[in-house]
Nanobody, 123 residues
């Protein structure tokens, strides 16, 4: 049974940093996708930072490029998301997702989801 467990969310002021962690039990992404999505209140869930192609390729949302960095572990069983220069618009629930079928950037493509961790950035 695959489980994704996120941690590391919290509240920070604009310009601050947070590091999110996602540990995948029962799953390795050596041949598939894993990454981070987020959902702000009243908005659709969107991809933030994703590994695909077995972790050989990375893609970031335009809104976070240069500020967020996704890191794998060597065993490809966990990913972290380093978030720097945070902005109020980064506020939302951040979800780890894994095992995609189809387009790696689509929410509907992912089979497994974590419970989410809240990130709140105040101005």
């Amino acid at each position: 049974q695959v489980q994704l467990v996120e941690s590391g969310g919290g509240s920070v002021q604009a310009g601050g940093s947070l590091n999110l962690s996602c540990v995948a039990s029962g799953y390795t992404y050596s041949s598939n996708c894993i990454g981070w999505f987020r959902q702000a209140p009243g908005k659709e869930r969107e991809g933030v930072a994703l590994f695909y192609g077995g972790g050989t390729s990375t893609i970031y949302a335009d809104s976070v490029k240069g500020r967020f960095t996704i890191h794998p572990n060597d065993a490809k069983t966990a990913v972290s998301l380093q978030m720097d220069s945070l902005k109020p618009e980064d506020t939302g629930t951040y979800y780890c997702a894994a095992d995609c079928v189809g387009y790696y950037g689509a929410v509907r493509s992912y089979k497994y989801w974590g419970q989410g961790t809240q990130v709140t950035v105040s101005s």
